[in-house]
């Protein structure tokens, strides 16, 4: 089974100031990650992925994650905050069920960005 | 535009009733994924259809039913609907479900009153 845990339901940040929003995995197998971003009355939208190979992955508006294995961690971080930056952020862990790859989201995380 | 596209956005009905969300995958996707997604269970994996078959189930009650047609649209049937089955229905596709990711509608939200 997996399972997704991210910390924190709502992060508050100035404008400017770094994002960190942060997921923690379990899987019985090598995990796809996956990060998505939901603005108010929208569906979810890819930020980024990890797959296979390079552990740090970018992906849109700037955001960048770092799978580590270790930690079985995949946290999410862009350097500075933009307002538009404010949503709701999903973390997901993909496996393999039955033929096809069916991802468990994580309970979401409430960006807040502060003028 | 996701290129998913999902109707109605928007459902008020009774409890007892039954309703039907309709989604159109992206061009080219052959597999559609059913979400609910509330505040008290967060985004819950309902069911996956792979071009026109079921592939994988997830945690959907005996009173939901989905299909996908041979043109690869998909709909989601609730019936005997109770408050709490009121939330937001996603409907994603992808090519294969495999590594790419998911392309997610705009969803139904669904009211029961």
């Known amino acids: 089974a997996q399972s997704v845990t991210q910390l924190g339901s709502h992060v508050s940040v100035s404008e400017g100031a770094l994002v960190l929003l942060r997921c923690n995995y379990s899987?019985?197998?090598?995990?796809?990650l996956f990060w998505y971003v939901q603005y108010p009355n929208q569906g979810l939208q890819l930020l980024l992925k990890?797959?296979?190979?390079?552990?740090l992955v970018k992906g849109i508006n700037g955001f960048e994650a770092e799978f580590k294995k270790s930690e079985t961690s995949f946290h999410l971080t862009k350097p500075s905050a933009h307002m538009s930056d404010a949503a709701e952020y999903f973390c997901?862990?993909?496996?393999?069920?039955?033929?096809?790859?069916?991802?468990?989201f994580g309970r979401g995380t409430s960006l807040i960005v502060h003028p | 535009d996701s290129g998913v596209t999902q109707t109605p956005k928007h459902l008020i009905t009774a409890t007892g009733q039954r309703v039907t969300l309709r989604c159109s995958p992206r061009s080219g996707d052959l597999s559609v994924y059913w979400y609910q997604q509330s505040l008290d269970q967060g985004l819950q994996f309902l069911i996956q259809?792979?071009?026109?078959?079921?592939?994988a189930k997830g945690n959907i009650l005996e009173r939901f039913s989905a299909q996908q047609f041979p043109d690869l649209h998909s709909e989601l049937n609730l019936s005997s609907l109770e408050l709490g089955d009121s939330a937001l229905y996603f409907c994603?596709?992808?090519?294969?479900?495999?590594?790419?990711?998911?392309?997610f509608g705009s969803g139904t939200r669904l009211t029961v009153v």
């Open positions: 990890y797959t296979t190979g390079a552990t």
């Open positions: 259809y792979y071009n026109g078959e079921e592939r």
């Open positions: 899987s019985s197998v090598p995990p796809y």
């Open positions: 997901a862990v993909s496996d393999h069920t039955g033929g096809s790859y069916i991802p468990t």
């Open positions: 994603a596709s992808s090519a294969d479900g495999s590594t790419y990711g998911y392309t």
